[in-house]
């Protein structure tokens, strides 16, 4: 079984920056990884996504320039780091591994989620 544990979420000041991580229970070379965000009373939305291999990243609009994603497959741990944080940005962020119908784990799995607030 898959287990994704992010970290990191709290409080940010406008124009901040705060760091996301998520491990995984699995060794997670074979899988890409994404960080999606739900606000309240919205759908949740992909926020970056990132190949197995480091390459093939992908922003959404909202925080192209501002948020890096980035992955460690050695430590099994994918990163988000948020920089220049703006009263958008708060919402649940959530890790998820996307299934590989080549490998083991063919099935999406998703983290609990951190919480991130903006606050002045």
């Known amino acids: 079984q898959v287990q994704l544990v992010e970290s990191g979420g709290g409080s940010v000041q406008p124009g901040g920056s705060l760091p996301l991580s998520c491990i995984a229970s699995?060794?997670?070379?074979?899988?890409?990884m994404s960080w999606y965000r739900q606000a309240p009373g919205k759908e949740r939305e992909l926020v970056a996504s990132?190949?197995?291999?480091?390459?093939?990243?992908t922003y959404a609009d909202s925080v192209k320039g501002r948020f890096t994603i980035s992955r460690d497959n050695v430590e099994n741990t994918l990163y988000l780091q948020m920089n220049n944080v703006n009263p958008e940005d708060p919402a649940v962020y959530y890790c998820?591994?996307?299934?590989?119908?080549?490998?083991?784990?063919?099935?999406?799995?998703w983290g609990r989620g951190t919480q991130v607030t903006v606050s002045s």
């Open positions: 990132i190949g197995r291999d480091g390459s093939g990243i």
């Open positions: 998820k591994l996307t299934g590989n119908v080549r490998q083991r784990y063919k099935n999406d799995y």
């Open positions: 699995i060794k997670f070379d074979l899988y890409r």
